[in-house]
């Protein structure tokens, strides 16, 4: 039984390393080249209004190769109404940040200003909506698509923790001023923070 099983083993990878091969005219075998589905494509709508010193009115998606370190900047290009469809050529689940560019000089650079953070997926393509007001009083980001779920659900988590009023029990120097009576006090606000936080 066990030789049997040992027999189906060698079988199989030797199986598995001929469908990885071919062979050409002169009979040497070559390996194949892996194929396999990359990039995606994100289109929409993107009026960021709110420029101030010295913003521009240009976006870039970047991130981070995952086997060089390198961080890929790729800038969207739009029309005049803020419709684009940009095509990223991702290898795998990601992170994108949205990046406001800000001029230097007469060079325009992206990765200073960070918009909002996002994720996409090889072959799943989504669209982006993304809205700023000039007096900023009105900020709308909307995804759809195959990735638009998962990152309304980030959106929305992200949110929850900005309510949660997290990173005001963060401020150290505000803590320092807390008199030992309010401890107590303190503690509630803590764990409710953090309920609703990661409670989402």
Known sequence: MKLRSQALSLIFLFFFQITGMAQSADGNL???????????????NLRQLALQSSMVD???????????????????HRDASGNFSTHLP????????????????????????IQFYLYAQPGKDFS??????????ERKIEYGGLAGAINTQYQA????????????????????????DSLEAFKLSFFAAFKTGFGF
């Open 90 to 113: 991702i290898q795998s689940a990601t992170q994108l940040r949205l990046l406001q560019g800000t001029k230097t000089g007469d060079k325009v650079r992206f990765g200073g200003l």
């Open 30 to 44: 070559k390996l194949k080249p892996m194929r396999s589905k990359t990039g995606l494509t994100i289109s929409g």
């Open 157 to 180: 988590y992200t949110k929850a923790l900005d309510h949660s009023e997290f990173s005001r029990i963060m401020e150290y120097k505000e803590l320092m001023k807390a008199k030992k």
């Open 58 to 76: 240009s976006l870039a998606f970047e991130y981070s190769d995952p086997i060089t370190g390198e961080d890929i900047v790729i800038p969207i």
């Open 128 to 137: 982006l909506k993304f809205f700023q007001s000039a007096d900023h009083k």
